[in-house]
């Protein structure tokens, strides 16, 4: 195929063999996670029967993950990405171990229900710090694998195989939970993440691009962050993302919203809180087939834009049904919004620096996805529910507006 062919081939990543195998490990990994995440808050909530601890698992994994991020982005770029991954992805494999020991019979009968919870907190911060190094690594090795002009095609690939895989582990782990209890999740998590160990492990060496003895580590690690604000465009988009997300967190009150403004019970619970990964699953497939080929920068700013005004009507609305379609569409351009942010990230950002690039990009990330449910959190206590959620979409309203202002570069950026 010439390079023209492979830029219109909505299947030109999948071709790749190894992409094939960083796509398909990546996938049952975050499967694995995912059940991970979703069995650890329902069983920290069992032992200790306070809703509290269920925010302290989320702040022992945030806390490591966050310190650990611009270290780790310098540690990926002067190391080889293959054993960097494999380790990482080894070390995730034994704290499943850990904690499957943990959920046996005779822990319970020999540890009190506090000891083992505090055993859970340790293993997560432990994972959290792993999860610092091991995050970044798939998107420095997902651009050595795939040539630049299928970037585009494989950064959307690579998302839509991580939203699917974070929405069926979390869906599916509850299953588990309820069919084969803690002890057989557990084990199931382990088998998913050996085997995606296994087919990680047939990828090629990926040598570092950078001498750890060039630079000195702390001179290392800050010029990643003077190059994300250096670049306009790489800036606007992850900033944008950050702020839209931080004060557009309407999902954490979802169920605030069903129970007690909808009244739709567990059921509508259910419903509300899958509409957004619905919406963001079926864009991601469309935008494999049909990706956007021009004026990418602006769309951006019309997707998040979009989001904002989502929030604003899921806020105000009493119709079960037009809530649930307005935070579909939400997902919709949310998923929009992440496809053109990580083609932006890969394209701007020079081979020699992904992993210090990507480390500041998971800060941004992260802090949005957890620092907005907690503000949302806030701010339903301080202004009351449907005050809040109005609030938030206006407020990512008035951050696209700065943005359109202060960054016309990304605002005009093509790719």
Same mark, same amino acid.
């Given at each position: ?81 293959? =054993?960097? /991954? @494999?380790?990482? &992805?080894? +070390?995730? #494999?034994? *704290?499943? $171990? ?133 670049? =306009?465009? /790489? @800036?606007?988009? &992850?900033? +944008?993302? #950050?702020? *839209?997300? $931080? ?169």
């Amino acid at each position: 195929m010439t390079e023209a062919q492979l830029t219109k081939d909505p299947f030109a990543a999948v071709r790749i063999h190894e992409f094939r195998n960083l796509i398909t490990g990546r996938f049952l990994f975050i499967m694995g996670l995912r059940m991970m995440s979703t069995l650890v808050g329902w069983w920290v909530y069992n032992l200790t029967n306070a809703a509290i601890a269920i925010g302290i698992v989320g702040l022992s994994e945030f806390i490591p993950a966050v310190s650990f991020a611009l270290y780790a982005g310098h540690i990926i770029d002067t190391s080889e990405k293959r =054993k960097l /991954l @494999l380790r990482g &992805i080894t +070390l995730y #494999l034994t *704290a499943a $171990l850990i904690l499957l020991l943990l959920s046996t019979p005779f822990t319970a009968t020999h540890i009190q229900n506090r000891q083992i919870a505090i055993c859970i907190y340790a293993v997560i911060f432990c994972t959290g710090i792993v999860r610092s190094f091991a995050g970044p690594v798939f998107g420095v090795m997902l651009a050595q694998i795939v040539p630049r002009s299928t970037l585009q095609n494989a950064t959307t690939w690579n998302q839509g195989a991580w939203l699917s895989a974070s929405v069926s582990g979390h869906a599916i782990g509850g299953f588990l939970i309820a069919g084969l209890g803690n002890t057989g999740t557990l084990l199931t998590i382990v088998i998913l993440i050996s085997i995606a160990l296994i087919i990680l492990s047939r990828l090629k060496p990926k040598p570092a691009l950078n001498e750890r003895g060039e630079k000195k580590t702390w001179e290392s690690v800050t010029e990643g962050l003077r190059f994300v604000f250096r670049t =306009k465009e /790489l @800036l606007g988009a &992850i900033s +944008l993302d #950050l702020f *839209a997300v $931080l004060f557009g967190g309407a999902v954490a009150m979802v169920p605030v919203y069903a129970r007690d403004i909808l009244k739709v019970g567990a059921q509508g619970f259910g419903f509300l809180n899958g509409a957004s990964d619905l919406g963001s699953i079926i864009i991601i497939i469309t935008l494999t087939f049909f990706p956007i080929r021009k004026n990418q920068g602006r769309k951006l700013l019309f997707a998040v834009a979009g989001f904002g005004a989502c929030i604003i009507i899921f806020g105000l609305s009493k119709i079960f049904m037009l809530s649930f379609l307005i935070l579909m569409l939400s997902g919709a351009l949310d998923g929009i919004s992440v496809v053109t942010r990580g083609t932006i990230t890969q394209l701007k950002t020079p081979d020699n620096m992904r992993g210090r690039v990507l480390s500041v990009n998971s800060i941004f990330i992260n802090s949005s996805n957890e620092l907005g449910q907690f503000e949302s959190g806030v701010a339903a206590s301080i202004m009351g529910n449907v005050p809040s959620v109005v609030f938030g979409g206006c407020m990512t309203l008035l951050v696209v507006a700065i943005t359109w202002s202060k960054a016309p570069s990304l605002r005009k950026m093509e790719y």
